[in-house]
């Protein structure tokens, strides 16, 4: 179980890996995640489930090297195993006609946000995707992104590709141009902080999918519980998407630095 | 309870009859409890070594011969999974303790583990004869099928009970806590081919994740399970039933029953302020992070705070193990927080006493009503709401009640909440023709443990809310003898 299909570096810090999961291949939906763990003394780390192929029985999932445990899920190698994988885990995304949806994705949160830009594209949505990282080397996905977008913008913070700014001002251009009925945001807590005050102030309705610390993934501890519109929630089985504009985010942000 | 028939036949047999003579229940009766041998409360609190260390062989011999060998063994209703036990305590008095261990298999899936962790003071024990009649110590049931177990074990020749011919009938289990193993357990000894499904990534359940090394080494856990494994249950680890595989994949793979104990994980928090402050956690977050990822070992990936000024909020026995862990794992305060008396805790009064001999401070009568935390959102203080008690409630309990105005304010760097479990949600949400309660208990016939989908049994905490590990055990055989009776036509 569990055999590592295929790997593809994205960049130094991005690694795209193929996986062998057939059970998880067969029930995830766009919007569910895993739990990885890695070694007999790893920790379990959540991935958001990029894409899958039920027939081939594999998933996808894209890592960014961001400290211990990533890096050495970033080692493995084609057939070598994942110790374990556990999934899919959370609420799948709301998928159906909203009219026009923009993606906003920022860093590795296009991987996840592939397949909710797939499946609301396929749902008859007119598709805008705003793509952002902090230069060309870290966007990831253009292609497929593409290819179930009406329209793709790209915003990198050195201007190295796309527009020069950050994420919001792609957003804000959207907005300002014409309707739009749902915004999703997938990215560093602090992007989607900014991203959701933009719309926020448009009156865009706004989903964010958020990326708490996690330790079991199945709601038996409350590690990465955040507080939307005032009641505590647990991310891994209320969300991980919610109405960004109900989300504390400055707690959120407090709390991911818990073991800081 | 298992036939007087089957009970009295056993009793009748030879050398049971003279070992009976050999002593006079006078003299039996006479002789006082062996105390268990434990790590001095100095040294164990700094170490996860067990505390409990247990009895040698002239010792389990000598607190044996306390029991008198009932006509009618009332200390069996005391059971959940009714133990022969005069039979097995009997067998360590003639010195034959593989015998022993062979008797406590009969009817239960984990003794190494129930003989540390049952409340026998409520269970067995307090059913004995000489509670019940002579207003003296019971015979130490707990301690003796601790001993017979491990003695067992420890020889290397651990029995593997008989199974009956495969019937190919599919049973899938959901869940491999207590109330699942022992009804994979009873299962498999019946014929059936079990498999048992569980969502993290090692077996176990609570006495897994929750019941900490110094209660419950992890080893023992381990070979008791292997001892399944040897019969030939099937275990799938990292399988979520209802979302990896759903309740209509299960039927579609040929499983003709599914037992449900999928346990009460979901921890309850008190909605209070400050409650979302870096460094509270719930219980089960703080003993998944020690227990089962072994945070506190260096080499593990996992972080755990180790706090040096700990409160722990609530009185049951979760809470006993979070704060005696928080103590070893460095904890200069560790504080018991509770809005009752020390007389309506519901911890065992073993792990109290431990709890206590560690150096635990007990701030009964005291309710946490916010946190306040430091710039960098950590918490650092608590205020608590001083307590006293009011009329007994609908249980029988005395309410607390809150003493207006008089509040005081303890500095803390990590707390943990230990005020109770709900049910699971994974099951109730995901699957189909079940009855649930308000709560989120899955409801059943107190006789059978069937559901209303009459292929679906459950048990264990999923039925009751938070319950203890002998009474899951105790759901899992019901189960187990009401399908086998549903599915072979009685």
């Keep these: 179980m569990n055999k590592i299909i295929s790997k593809e570096n994205f960049s130094d810090k991005v ?70 994988l556990v999934g899919p885990l959370g609420k799948a995304t709301h998928i159906e006609n909203f009219g026009t949806v923009l993606c906003a994705g920022g860093g590795v949160g296009v991987a996840p946000m592939l397949p909710i830009i797939e499946a609301m594209k396929n749902a008859g949505n007119k598709v805008i995707t705003v793509l952002a990282a902090r230069n060309k080397d870290l966007i990831i996905l253009e292609d497929q992104v593409r290819k ?6 790209v915003m990198t913070d050195d201007g190295s590709y796309g527009q020069k700014g950050l994420i919001t001002a792609g957003v804000e251009q959207v907005i300002q141009r014409e309707p739009v009925n749902l915004c999703v945001t997938i990215g560093p807590a602090i992007m989607m902080k900014f991203v959701s005050e933009l719309t926020k102030k448009y009156n865009v309705p706004t989903v964010a999918s958020l990326n708490t610390i996690m330790v079991d993934g199945t709601g038996m501890c409350g590690a990465c519980r955040v507080t939307v519109g005032g009641v505590t929630k647990f991310v891994c089985v209320d969300g991980p998407e919610f109405d960004a504009h109900q989300v504390d985010f400055d707690e959120m942000l407090m709390r991911l630095r818990a073991y800081n | 309870m298992p036939t007087q028939e089957y009970l009295q036949a056993e009793r009748a047999q030879l050398w049971r009859e003279e070992l009976r003579k050999t002593i006079k229940n006078k003299e039996r009766t006479d002789r006082i409890r062996v105390k268990m041998p434990e790590v001095d409360a100095k040294i164990r609190s700094r170490t996860y070594d067990e505390v409990n260390m247990g009895l040698t062989p002239e010792q389990a011999q000598a607190e044996a011969q306390r029991c008198l060998d009932c006509v ?77 177990a491990d003695f067992e074990r420890e020889s290397g020749n651990i029995s593997i009970p008989e199974i009956a011919a495969s019937n190919g009938i599919k049973i899938a289990v ?28 090692e077996l176990g359940g ?33 399988c979520i039933i209802g979302k990896t595989i759903s309740q209509e994949d299960l039927k579609a793979d040929g499983y003709q029953g599914i037992f449900i104990g999928s346990g009460a994980g979901l921890p309850n928090f008190m909605n209070i302020p400050g409650e979302n402050l870096i460094g509270v956690m719930s219980c089960n977050e703080y003993l998944t992070r020690v227990n089962l990822m072994q945070a506190a070992d260096p080499e593990s990936d996992t972080p755990v705070q180790m706090g040096k000024k700990v409160a722990v909020i609530g009185g049951g026995n979760t809470a006993m193990d979070a ?42 009568l005291h309710n946490p009503i916010r946190y306040e935390g430091d710039e960098r959102g950590r918490v650092q203080r608590m205020v608590l709401q001083r307590m006293k008690l009011g009329e007994p409630d609908s249980s029988g309990r005395r309410k607390p009640v809150a003493i207006e105005g008089d509040t005081i304010s303890v500095d803390v760097d990590e707390v943990i909440v230990s005020v109770g479990v709900s049910p699971n949600p994974l099951i109730p949400s995901t699957f189909s023709g079940l009855e649930i309660t308000s709560w989120g208990t899955v409801v059943v016939n107190a006789d059978t443990m069937q559901t ?12 009751r809310g938070g319950a203890t590990v002998i009474l899951a055990m105790g759901d899992g055989r019901k189960a187990a003898k009401a399908m086998h009776a549903a599915m072979s036509g009685f």
């Design chain 1, 15 to 84: 690694v795209k890996f193929e996986i062998e999961a057939p059970l998880i291949a067969k029930s995830r939906k766009a919007g569910h995640f895993v739990m990885v763990r890695v070694g007999k003394k790893g920790e379990r780390v959540p991935y958001t489930i990029a894409s899958s192929d039920p027939i081939k029985g594999t998933i996808t999932l894209v890592i960014q090297r961001v400290g211990k445990s990533s890096e050495k899920v970033c080692q493995l190698e084609p057939g070598d195993y994942i110790t374990d």
């Design chain 1, 148 to 153: 179930f977008s009406d329209e793709v913008i």
């Design chain 2, 72 to 148: 009618n063994p009332t200390c069996i209703t005391g059971c959940p999974v009714e133990i022969n036990i005069p039979k097995f305590i009997k067998n360590i008095e003639r010195g034959e303790f593989l015998e022993a261990a062979k008797a406590l298999k009969e009817t239960s899936a984990l003794p190494a583990v129930c003989g540390r962790v049952c409340p026998q003071e409520r269970q067995c024990e307090s059913q004995c004869f000489y509670t019940q009649k002579l207003g003296k110590e019971p015979v130490a049931i707990g301690h003796l099928e601790r001993f017979a």
């Design chain 2, 174 to 201: 959901v869940g491999s806590g207590p109330a699942g193993l022992a009804f994979a357990g009873d299962m498999i000894k019946r014929g059936y081919d079990v498999t048992v499904f569980e969502a993290l990534h």
């Design chain 2, 206 to 238: 609570v006495l897994r994740y929750g019941i900490p090394e110094f209660r419950l080494p992890n080893d023992i856990v381990d070979i008791e399970i292997d001892v399944l494994k040897q019969m030939g249950v099937k275990f799938i680890t990292n």
């Design chain 2, 323 to 364: 704060v005696r862990t928080a103590r070893r794992l460095g904890a200069e305060k560790a504080m018991i927080v509770y809005r009752r008396s020390e007389e309506e805790m519901p911890a065992r009064v073993e792990e109290v006493k431990h709890a206590k001999e560690e150096g635990i401070e007990f701030l009964t």
């Design chain 2, 452 to 463: 209303a989908d009459k292929a679906i049994f459950a048990g264990g905490d999923i039925v």
